[in-house]
């Protein structure tokens, strides 16, 4: 395989992963950016933990999406994050009318 088809190969992958986000982003409730991963979920508790003198945040996410191209499944029911950077939560607007 060329570098030139590995190139082609991971454009087609993430071109699918934006065209799969974009048809399951309207069924999430919060969109979480964290330093490694971005996702899509309905619940979302987010807990400032500290220990030995480090600050931490432990995430837990239930009925999520992952945006991870090398995942072959990216629906689970239940995710628990452990990070040391900030996490990003943003609630999602939903349309008043949602249009068939």
Do not use: C, H
């Not at 979480?32 to 309905?42: C, I, K, P, S």
């Not at 999406?65 to 996490?87: A, G, L």
Request: glycine share 4%.
């Amino acid at each position: 395989m060329s570098t030139q088809d590995l190139e082609n190969y991971e454009s087609d992958m993430e071109l699918q992963l934006y065209r799969e986000y974009r048809d399951v982003v309207s069924l999430f409730t919060y969109v979480v950016e964290t330093e490694r991963r971005f996702y899509l979920a309905n619940q979302v508790d987010l807990q400032v933990r500290s220990g030995g003198g480090e600050v931490f945040y432990e995430l837990t996410l239930a009925d999520a999406w992952v945006w991870d191209v090398y995942r072959s499944s990216r629906f689970v029911r239940s995710v628990r994050v452990v990070t040391f950077k900030d996490v990003n939560i943003e609630e999602l607007a939903k349309p008043d009318i949602a249009l068939p």
